[in-house]
């Protein structure tokens, strides 16, 4: 049984800083590229970073490139997602998936995690 498990979510005043893990466990994490979601009250799920197999590529949403970085640790079957100089519209539910490649504009994730809040208080 594939499972994607999210933590490191919170509160966070603006300009602060929170890493996201997602420790996927029942696939052979290294086949998968991994991307990180979100989904804010009232909007739809959008695309924020993703990374290759290898983590040699990685993909940010221009809302958050240059402030955020992804990562993954394949002998761990984890991915990151560090955020830096986090603002309000940044507060959304996070979520990590897998996708066969990195892509900004994949449609097909095929695993999803079942998020992990994130508020950023002004």
């Known amino acids: 049984q594939v499972q994607l498990v999210e933590s490191g979510g919170g509160l966070v005043q603006a300009g602060g800083s929170l890493r996201l893990s997602c420790a996927a466990s029942?696939?052979?994490?290294?086949?998968?590229?991994m991307a990180w979601l979100r989904q804010a009250p009232g909007k739809e799920r959008e695309f924020v970073a993703a990374?290759?197999?290898?983590?040699?590529?990685?993909l940010y949403a221009d809302s958050v490139e240059g402030r955020c970085t992804i990562s993954r640790d394949n002998a761990k079957h984890t991915a990151l997602l560090q955020m830096n100089s986090l603002k309000p519209d940044d507060t959304a539910v996070y979520y990590c998936?897998?996708?066969?490649?990195?892509?900004?504009?994949?449609?097909?994730?095929?695993?999803w995690g079942q998020g992990a809040q994130v508020t950023v208080s002004s």
């Open positions: 029942g696939l052979i994490f290294s086949r998968y590229a």
């Open positions: 990374i290759s197999q290898s983590g040699l590529v990685t």
């Open positions: 998936a897998t996708a066969e490649i990195a892509s900004r504009s994949n449609k097909n994730y095929e695993h």
